[in-house]
């Protein structure tokens, strides 16, 4: 069936770091990919999206490419801030389906 | 962007107890909904779907009697654990779409969870 896996946290970082948090995933056919983020306190926004393969999703500095060849979707940020700290969650879902499929999360902390 | 409340925000319930947690759409009518549940360091887990005004489906393993679901309006829909016992306890998240207004299959919005925690 489909599934996500999703790189184990917690991940933490130095301000301005490079980040990377590793995401793959399972299914037949061409699903659509998606990054999460959830702040403390707050529910899951969507942060990114990709639709089908070679697309680039991007948002606020992050970006993920959607790679059938390595069904892979690594979320990416060239520099991080403190305000990046939360839990990340990788996710797909089909076309013309409600189900989504997410992965375990990845807690991040940004360290000043 | 469209806002999804949840209610309470954390609830602690003696075992044998039975508790509500309600989802609501603040801003847009959300015809269907979903419930999830996540264990800690695990995945959101689909249980259940909802049609306002229809019966909600539920996922394979979910027991429909234990988790009762009722969405009775277009902002509204409610989970009730039934007869809660502590393997129960875990995080309750909702999301709702409107597919009527266009939204994409993948627009869904969720709301911040409900910690529910049986003693």
């Known amino acids: 069936g489909d599934s996500v896996t999703q790189m184990e946290g917690p991940v933490t970082l130095s301000e301005e770091a490079f980040l990377t948090i590793n995401c793959t995933y399972t299914?037949?056919?061409?699903?659509?990919l998606f990054w999460y983020v959830q702040y403390p306190g707050e529910g899951l926004q969507l942060l990114l999206k990709?639709?089908?393969?070679?697309d680039k999703g991007s948002n606020k500095g992050f970006e993920a490419t959607y790679r059938k060849e390595t069904t892979s979707f690594h979320l990416e940020k060239g520099s991080v801030q403190v305000s990046d700290s939360a839990v990340y969650f990788c996710?797909?879902?089909?076309?013309?389906?409600?189900?989504?499929?997410f992965g375990t999360g990845t807690s991040l902390t940004v360290i000043p | 962007g469209a806002v999804v409340s949840q209610h309470p925000s954390w609830v602690i319930c003696k075992s044998g107890t039975s508790v509500k947690i309600e989802c609501r759409s603040l801003?847009?009518?959300?015809?269907?909904m979903f419930w999830y549940r996540q264990f800690p360091k695990q995945s959101l887990m689909l249980m259940a779907t909802?049609?306002?005004?229809?019966?909600?489906?539920?996922e394979q393993g979910v027991e429909k009697d234990k988790f009762l679901i009722n969405h009775a309006s277009l902002t509204l829909s409610t989970l009730t654990v039934t007869s809660a016992h502590p393997e129960d306890s875990s995080f309750y998240i909702c999301?709702?779409?409107?597919?009527?207004?266009?939204?994409?299959?993948?627009?869904?919005?969720f709301g911040p969870g409900t910690r529910l925690t049986v003693t």
């Open positions: 996710a797909l879902s089909r076309t013309g389906g409600n189900q989504f499929y």
């Open positions: 909802s049609n306002e005004g229809s019966k909600a489906t539920y």
């Open positions: 990709a639709t089908k393969a070679d």
């Open positions: 999301s709702a779409r409107d597919p009527a207004s266009g939204m994409m299959e993948y627009e869904q919005y």
């Open positions: 299914a037949t056919g061409y699903p659509s």
């Open positions: 801003d847009f009518q959300a015809t269907t």
